[in-house]
Each structure stands twice: as C-alpha cells, then as structure tokens.
C-alpha cells in the first residue's frame, strides 16, 4: 500500500520540576536553598531519509512521545534532559498544523530537519528564589509542559520526470521499456494504483540519473476529486518535466490530450510551464498509425514536442529519451531538488504580556496569554508560597484588576491554560 498523507500526533516531554530542597550539613548552620533546577524535555523533530519513498512507517502507530526532563534534586544537582526523539519521512514530505492548516515545513533535502513540538524547559529550584530579605524560599517551579499537536504529513514525490495520461494509456509499459522498474502491467484501466518510480538512463556517455514517476491514471474531473488519481495530482508538482502518455489508438486522442492538460491547468496552472514532451503511444497499432498525422499537426501548431512510440516494441524509445535529455538539467544542477525548494517555517514565540479575559460558556472565566499560562503551568498550587507569588504575578500583569472589570465574584472559576482555580477575593487581595 503507498501511504502518501497521514496525520499524526507529537508531544514533546515536559520538563522536569525544580526542587525546592535546603542544604543540611551539621557544621553548617542555615545553609540555605540547595535545590536544583529540572532537566528540559525531550523535543520531536523530522529528518528526512532519501531511502524512503512513502509514509508507511505511520501506518499503524500515530501517536508520539518524547521523554520528559528529570527532576532537580538537592546539593543544587540538576535533572536529567529528557531525550529528543527524530522521526524519519522521504524527500518530498510538506507538514502542516492539522488545527490551523498552516504550513510547518516543506521537507525535500537529505539529512534536512525540522522540529516539529519543542520541549518543556526545566523549573527553576528554590536557590534562585532566595532573597536578601527571603533567605529560605520554598518556592520551586514545575516543569513547563511539552508542546503537542496534531500534525498532517502529505508527501509528493520528488522525481525528475513525471509520467500523466489518462488510465490504460501506457505508462507503465512506458517505465518499464525506459528503466529497470517492474511495474504491475495489464490491458485494462487503473491497473497502477499507487506511483511507481525507476531511474532513467540516458546512455553510456551521460552521467545523469533522472528518476522518473509514472502517477496513476488521471480522468475528467480528477482535479475536483473525481478517479483515483485525485491523489496523486500532488505528486507531479515537484517534476522538471512532464512526459504526457497519449493511447494512440484511443477513439479521439485530440480529446484525451485535452482532458489531461485540463486537468493539470486545473489544479495547478504552473504545471503546464513546465517542460513537456507528449509520447504518442501505441503506433503498433493501426488506429494509431492513422491518427498520428493529425495528431502531430496539432502539437506544432501548439509548440508541443511530440514523438510517436510503441512501449511495447521500443519503437521510439530512443527518440522520446532524447528529448527528455535535452530539457534535463546538468548533472549539477539535476543534484538540486527541483523547486520548490525545502523551507522550514521559524515562528518566533512570543512571550510579551498580552492577554485576554474571556467568559467561559459555564460562566467561568477564561484567561489566555503565552506569558501567564506559562507560569500557571509552572505553579506548584500546594506550597502557599508559590500560589502566593502566582497571585502577585496576576497583580503584576493587570490580569486580577482586569477581571475584577469583567464582574467576576467569589467562586467563580478562572481558567488560565490547563490550570483551574476559584476566585476568592480576600486571599487573592490579600497576596
């Protein structure tokens, strides 16, 4: 089976919590805060392998978890740093936040990586909380938690040539005379029924090694979803050149050229500026023979290069190489991943203090801020000191006048990320 689009989810580890520990030794009196800080946890990240052509690996197993950080311990020794865990796609792979649709990375060199879900970093232990005039905090922070997300991986093939026709044309044939692939061949439509890839040759005397893709039969309305090969439109946008497999011997091979190159302007304009060489398959054929001269008539009034073929004999082969060879690029440049090139998106994260009070359906109230829900994450609720300098922190950024504006009374609920806590107005005023 050719997995070519999947969804999967990451969640990075979190980290480790800070320890909130005091140095005891007998020949040293009030020795103070010792605690260490936690490990930061492990994130996930994607490589791409240019051994790999599909998605197969996340056929069955969709869900993904980095190690979280270790936990700060006394004599200020810090936790462990969680492991980092590196999942590897195929050349070609683009990644998407599935909740917004955004694009995360577009994956075509090897060895080229992109982190997907960052790492929680590690809280700080009570030693860096002490104060000349609060010399024994018992204030330590948690672990931030590690980023998850579900995230859509679509791949589309990065060959140098792509084989389209309508189903039964020849493609199949046509990869097997040109290379060593064995694709599944028979005489009736959408025998192909996933992408097959070979490496042309060009001859003795050339040194490059195009690949070449044969995608499944496209038909009318492919572009729209109708056929099998809607779903694998995708998969010649990456290609230097078309190869357009027309069935010579087909009732009106006018008609079926038309279909394709409608089809192809439909989901993408820019693949017909591409280069494309038109083979006009199947002159062991006598429909073909007759129709060929109409046919080629038609190609130079449109500038189309277009050569007559029989994949079954051979026939033209070596002339239908040829011209694929001119349009290549040199050996240089056919190294290169053909456009659009690998690009990896970097959002910088912003942790101004911004944030919204929002009602919550049930009444509650809804507080949202990178900054804020940071520092609840981080929050240990039962040491009374760190829920005291929580409070001050809301006091600091505006939250608790700001909700006080939004009419909010004791017992009523706060939510401040995933943490929950209930309004008392004289502890919170109190703090």
């Known amino acids: 089976m050719f997995l070519d689009r999947v969804k999967i989810n990451v969640r990075a580890g979190s980290g480790g ?15 103070g805060p010792d605690g260490g800080d936690g490990g930061r946890g492990g994130s996930i990240s994607l490589r791409v392998d240019p051994g790999q052509t599909t998605l197969r690996d996340f056929r069955q197993h969709h869900h993904f978890r980095a190690e979280s950080g270790g936990r700060g311990s006394g004599s200020r020794r810090h936790g462990k740093a969680g492991g980092d865990l590196v999942l590897t796609v195929p050349p070609g792979t683009a990644v998407y936040d599935d909740a917004t649709g955004e694009l995360v990375a577009d994956l075509v060199s090897s060895e080229q990586v992109a982190m997907v879900a960052k790492g929680g970093r590690g809280g700080l232990g009570n030693v860096h909380f002490a104060t000349s005039t609060h010399q024994t905090p018992k204030h330590a922070q948690k672990g931030e938690p ?5 995230i859509r991986l679509e791949l589309r093939l990065i060959a140098d040539v792509g084989l389209v026709g309508l189903p039964n044309a020849g493609k199949s044939t046509l990869l097997a005379a040109m290379t060593a ?22 001859g003795d005397e050339d040194e490059r090694r195009p690949t070449i893709a044969d995608v499944p039969g496209l038909i009318e309305g492919a572009s729209l979803g109708a056929g099998l090969g809607h779903a694998f439109l ?37 693949l017909l500026r591409k280069p494309i060489v038109v083979a006009f398959n199947k002159m062991d054929q006598p429909a073909a023979v007759s129709a060929w001269p109409l046919f080629q008539e038609a190609r130079q009034r ?11 004999t051979g026939q033209g082969i070596a002339e239908l190489r040829a011209l694929i060879a001119e349009r290549l690029p040199d050996a240089d440049d056919l190294g ?18 911004g944030f919204v009070v929002e009602r919550d359906a049930d009444g509650g109230f809804r507080v949202r801020g990178k900054r804020i829900e940071r520092i609840a994450a981080q929050t240990d609720f039962e040491i009374d000191e760190s829920a005291d300098r929580f409070q001050r922190d809301l006091g600091r950024l505006g939250i608790d006048a700001e909700l006080r504006r939004a009419g909010i009374v004791a017992g009523d609920t706060v939510r401040i990320g995933a943490v929950s806590l209930e309004w008392d107005r004289e502890a919170w005023e109190s703090a």
């Open 146 to 150: 590690g980023e998850e997300l579900w």
């Open 234 to 270: 995708r998969h010649v946008e990456r290609t230097r050149i078309l190869v357009h497999v027309v069935d010579g011997s087909d009732r009106d091979p006018e008609w079926s050229h038309g279909v394709i190159r409608d089809e192809l302007e439909a989901h993408d304009p820019a």
């Open 17 to 31: 919590d800070g320890a909130a520990t005091f140095r005891r030794e007998a020949h040293v009196p009030r020795g």
């Open 336 to 353: 290169i991943p053909p456009e659009p090139a690998g690009v990896v998106v970097h959002r910088i994260e912003s942790l101004g203090d």
């Open 302 to 312: 449109d500038g189309i290069a277009c050569v007559p073929i029989a994949a079954v």
């Open 181 to 202: 692939a064995r694709p599944k061949i028979a005489d009736y439509p959408f025998t192909t029924l996933e992408p097959n890839l070979g490496v042309l040759d060009l």
